[in-house]
């Protein structure tokens, strides 16, 4: 089965940076469109970046400029370098994977978690002012 593990959260202060690391296991990792995305306490879980099977980027326009997400692919790891910290981006961050849809030519949906068929558990990220 995939597997999806989430490491690198804690508490930064306003202006710090932090990088996120996701492992996965048990797919062709290549082939997966992969994604982060948040959730803070009371709202609605949001897609933060994307990246494709050709590594393509997407980003929401809240972090756009600040965040940049990644691959290794020797490792299968995915990374999201997280820079210029606000409270704002207080949030369980979560990191996951899917499957290319076929219906759409093989191009993955950017920032959306119905696209998403493996999660990690979240790491909580929490930011100070």
């Known amino acids: 089965q995939v597997q999806v593990v989430e490491s690198g959260g804690g508490s930064v202060q306003a202006g710090g940076s932090l990088r996120l690391s996701c492992s996965v296991s048990?797919?062709?990792?290549?082939?997966?469109?992969m994604g982060w995305f948040r959730q803070a306490p009371g709202k609605e879980r949001e897609g933060v970046a994307s990246?494709?099977?050709?590594?393509?980027?997407a980003y929401a326009d809240s972090v756009r400029g600040r965040f940049t997400i990644s691959k290794d692919n020797a490792k299968n790891t995915l990374y999201l370098q997280m820079n210029s910290l606000a409270p704002e981006d207080t949030a369980t961050y979560y990191c996951?994977?899917?499957?290319?849809?076929?219906?759409?030519?093989?191009?993955?949906?950017?920032?959306?978690?119905?696209?998403?068929?493996?999660w990690g558990k979240g790491v909580l990220v929490t930011i100070s002012s």
């Open positions: 996951a994977a899917g499957a290319p849809p076929v219906d759409e030519g093989g191009y993955c949906p950017m920032l959306d978690d119905h696209g998403m068929d493996y």
């Open positions: 048990g797919y062709t990792y290549s082939t997966y469109c």
């Open positions: 990246i494709d099977t050709e590594d393509l980027t």
